[in-house]
T-cell receptor, first 117, second 113 residues
Framework: NAGVTQTPKFQVLKTGQSMTLQCAQD?????MYWYRQDPGMGLRLIYY???????DKGEVPNGYNVSRLNKREFSLRLESAAPSQTSVYFC????????????????FGPGTRLTVL | GEDVEQSLFLSVREGDSSVINCTYT??????LYWYKQEPGAGLQLLTY?????DMKQDQRLTVLLNKKDKHLSLRIADTQTGDSAIYFC?????????????FGTGTLLAVQP
């Protein structure tokens, strides 16, 4: 049981290039989330998916697109990378709750470190 | 809007207690969380507290919640060098399928041997 996996772990892009960050969870959860982490700013929500086939914008969606391919996979795409998108990207999926089955808590993947030159 | 604030840095000696503080703004938050991030790693859930509780204890960790002042704290007893990490406070908003977490900026805990 790997939990939440992300690929790649590291990536360097030139301005204007595109790429897709992959995330997969093997816990059969409905919800999945993408965050970015920047120094001094904590984690900020980019997009989330409450269930297969649905996606919604978070706090900082500009410059990104997402696809919820199936229940297991949630990808984040940068169509034209910019230096401001240099960051660490985390995918998350709800952690099994213990209070009445509530699943608010989130389990994080190891992160993708992206540098845009 | 929602906002979560933390001090940026805390330094303690090994064996002492550490107290990391957090303030939040959304009074409708149902759960509040503490996550730990070690260098180069993802976030690990340490503990969480439901908003109708004042305190939760889990081994060396004690979480105190003052809902009136919107203040959350994490106390680590007998702090060890392995506790050195960044600690994030987070509040949940929305709930259910659309639950979102709002994170603080993180507090870097440095434990001196």
């Amino acid at each position: 049981n790997a939990g939440v996996t992300q690929t790649p772990k590291f990536q360097v892009l030139k301005t204007g290039q595109s790429m897709t960050l992959q995330c997969a969870q093997d816990m059969n959860h409905n919800s999945m989330y993408w965050y970015r982490q920047d120094p001094g700013m904590g984690l900020r929500l980019i997009y989330y998916s409450a269930s297969e086939g649905t996606t919604d914008k978070g706090e900082v969606p500009n410059g990104y697109n997402v696809s919820r391919l199936n229940k297991r996979e949630f990808s984040l795409r940068l169509e034209s990378a910019a230096p401001s998108q240099t960051s660490v990207y985390f995918c998350a999926s709800p952690y099994p709750g213990t209070s009445g089955g509530r699943t608010d808590t989130q389990y994080f993947g190891p992160g993708t470190r992206l540098t845009v030159l | 809007g929602e906002d979560v604030e933390q001090s940026l840095f805390l330094s303690v000696r090994e064996g002492d207690s550490s107290v990391i503080n957090c303030t939040y703004t959304d009074s409708s938050s149902t759960y509040l969380y503490w996550y730990k991030q070690e260098p180069g790693a993802g976030l690990q859930l340490l503990t969480y507290i439901f908003s109708n509780m004042d305190m939760k204890q889990d081994q060396r960790l004690t979480v105190l919640l003052n809902k009136k002042d919107k203040h959350l704290s994490l106390r680590i007893a007998d702090t060890q060098t392995g506790d050195s990490a960044i600690y994030f406070c987070a509040e949940s908003i929305g709930g259910g399928a659309t639950n979102k977490l709002i994170f603080g900026t993180g507090t870097l805990l440095a434990v001196q041997p």
